[in-house]
């Protein structure tokens, strides 16, 4: 073979191998993925939201029977009006020494007492409405309307639609040129769409078996049309060691 013709296929290998990028495989995630769980006992009253349903922050998803907890709180709030009427009485004789300060100071305290019995009344009332923490969509609905859960009975399953990361694995070695805020494109397969992000973590440890890191990368997803469990194709433009 001509010499020339041998050189200028070395120089353009070279050139090409310059030009190089390098890929690996990667799964969409969600930062913002949990179970919501009712906080008391009762029965479901709302539960509207099905698989697949969209929601924002502060919807509420589920409501529970609440006749009994507000009957409690208003239960207490005449118990402390009666307190009240109490210590202003006991603090009004003691300006005639009638009785001593250990009896107002009594009264006060018994009054303070059910102030804070009020409070967990109050909260209490709060959790018969169960409200979305975050933007997002259902995963699984796990109750239903009518049901009588107990506290801590899974409800649903949910997931932010926003908070939308990339999570893949590469080999060690191009630890020598990666680094935090690395430009990379994520190709959705899915979608066949191009994400422009950049790296956002890379794990302290490398896998001592495969010799491979992990790196993370968080993605926009301002049409809601990306969602956890996509898969798709991360290229690293490749650098000079």
Known sequence: MNKKIIFLMIFTSNLFSMEETFQSRAVVNSFDRTILSSEIGGKIVFMQKNNGDYFIKNDILVKIDCDIYSAELDKIKIK?????????????????????????????????????????????????????????????????????????????????SNSLEIRTVVPAKWLSWLKIDEEITVNIDELNIDVKTKILQIDSVVDPKSQTVNLRAKIENSQNNIIAGMSGTVTFVNHSK
């Open 80 to 160: 402390r009006d009666l307190l009240k009427v109490k210590y202003d009485k006991t603090k009004q004789l003691s300006t005639f020494n009638s009785v001593g300060q250990f009896e107002v100071k009594t009264a006060e305290l018994e009054l303070q007492e059910q102030e804070q019995e009020i409070k967990i009344a109050r909260i209490n009332v709060e959790r018969c409405e169960i409200k979305a923490p975050f933007s997002g969509r259902i995963v699984e609905k796990i109750a239903s309307k009518h049901q009588n859960v107990k506290p801590q009975e899974e409800l649903y399953e949910i997931i932010s």
